[in-house]
């Protein structure tokens, strides 16, 4: 990518993010409750009116919308997403904190998607319309239509509950914690992606170049892994571009589910105490980890794939 395609990108990103932002401080703006009798609840206090008057001023409440919505973008910018009145913390500590264990379960859920999508991906690919082909897609069917929930309600059953193998609250600090809600994530990650691994294969397998290396005795397994499979990054780069935005952002089903402390229970944590900095935080930095990981993944195109050097 160029530096003047790079500076585009960035203008377009800071465009984006300024909307997000405006738009996520008007919805909670205009949202239903006072955000000062949440901070007293949250505190297990019972405040007068006059307290609440008070305390709205000196928060600056009282303001115009587009007053209110400054000061708070202008300490976004110095790194001050404010302060959670619900855990009494501030907002970047919090997410801070939480993206660790968000980031640990995110790759293994990517790990274990990629073992299993990639080679049945590929076998379905390769014997097209036959057996083995037919039982992948049919698996792929069932664990797309499966919610994730579900699923994790299921393993949980089976491996906590009867078998006793696994914790089952996931502190998030050991692989037994991990294990879980990672297979759970990768369940429909893995039907999906297998999916797109067999369409993109397909599609190099009936290329010009693949007939003529096998016209000249060129080894399968040398046309597929040497020139189809390469051929076929694209598209699942994106994919996993897509993939690793959305578990970083959090995953609040799986993760309230198992009780696992990431930015998802975090997020939903925040919801139900209507804590207004912590949501505006997590939207933010969710849009923020979205943008910067389409941005990686465009940058890493050309050196996957020269032909996109070429076309730029």
């Known amino acids: 990518m160029s530096g003047k395609k790079l500076l585009s990108r960035l203008a377009q990103m800071l465009i984006v993010l300024i909307g997000i932002s405006f738009l996520t401080f008007l919805l909670t703006y205009i949202s239903p409750g006072d955000p000062v009798r949440h901070m007293y609840l949250a505190q297990g206090l019972m405040p007068d009116e006059e307290q609440v008057a008070q305390q709205r001023e000196e928060m600056g409440l009282n303001d115009p919308l587009t007053v209110q919505y400054w000061r708070w973008l202008t300490n976004c910018l110095k790194g ?11 907002v970047v500590t919090l997410l801070l904190a939480r993206l660790w264990p968000t980031l640990k379960l995110a790759l293994m859920s990517m790990i274990f998607m990629l073992i299993v999508s990639v080679p049945l991906g590929v076998l379905s690919a390769v014997y097209r319309n036959r057996p083995i082909d037919y039982v992948v897609r049919a698996i792929t069917f069932f664990g797309v239509s499966i919610p994730n929930f579900w699923v994790g309600l299921l393993l949980m059953l089976l491996f906590c509950v009867r078998l006793g193998l696994l914790p089952v609250i996931s502190s998030g600090g050991t ?58 990054l694209l598209p699942l780069i994106t994919m996993l571009g897509l993939s690793i935005g959305s578990l970083l952002g959090g995953t609040s089903v799986v993760e309230v589910i198992f009780s696992y402390p990431g930015l998802g229970n975090l997020a939903v944590s925040a919801i139900t105490s209507s804590d207004y900095y912590l949501i505006q935080g997590y939207v933010l930095w969710v849009a923020i980890i979205y943008m910067v990981i389409n941005l990686i993944v465009d940058i890493s195109y050309n050196y996957v794939d020269p032909r996109m050097r070429l076309k730029r």
């Open 175 to 232: 692989f037994k914690d991990l294990l879980l809600p990672a297979i759970t994530l990768a369940v429909a990650m893995s039907a999906k992606y297998t999916r797109q691994v067999r369409t993109a294969v397909l599609e190099e397998l009936s290329s010009d170049y693949v007939i003529g290396a096998r016209a000249r005795g060129v080894r399968e397994s040398r046309i597929l892994w040497g020139n189809v499979f390469p051929n076929s």
């Open 80 to 90: 001050d997403f404010g302060k959670s009145y619900s855990m009494n913390k501030p």
